[in-house]
């Protein structure tokens, strides 16, 4: 009943940028804190950044001032925007959230550990 859909995701050169978006569907009411993570090919997946419901950031060392993320509540939306992309950033990056509340008919129920299902991030010259 609840999904988180990531789009955005493409073949850029280094140095380029690209907005990735994560949207959560379903009859929504709350959504907690949410993320990216991102996993590399032969290597394990790894926390990119974070956002609380009340807009509290946090980063990865690597991607300190090259990454910004932010969230429309309203939307239900996350948006991670990537400047400055390092071949190394080359991963599937997939959103997350740790919590959300949803209505189920008349009833309010929750979930934890939301997944995407991921977006690839190419950056290749």
């Known amino acids: 009943q609840v999904q988180l859909v990531e789009s955005g995701g493409g073949l850029v050169q280094p140095g380029g940028s690209l907005r990735l978006s994560c949207a959560a569907s379903?009859?929504?009411?709350?959504?907690?804190?949410m993320g990216w993570h991102r996993q590399a090919p032969g290597k394990q997946r790894e926390l990119v950044a974070t956002i609380t419901s009340s807009g509290v950031t946090n980063y990865r060392d690597s991607v300190k001032g090259r990454f910004t993320l932010s969230r429309d509540n309203a939307k239900n939306t996350m948006y991670l925007q990537m400047n400055s992309l390092r071949p190394e950033d080359t991963a599937v990056y997939y959103c997350?959230?740790?919590?959300?509340?949803?209505?189920?008919?008349?009833?309010?129920?929750?979930?934890?550990?939301?997944w995407g299902q991921g977006t690839q991030v190419t950056v290749s010259s």
């Open positions: 997350n959230a740790d919590y959300v509340s949803y209505y189920s008919g008349r009833d309010l129920r929750a979930g934890n550990n939301y």
């Open positions: 379903g009859s929504i009411f709350s959504i907690g804190t």
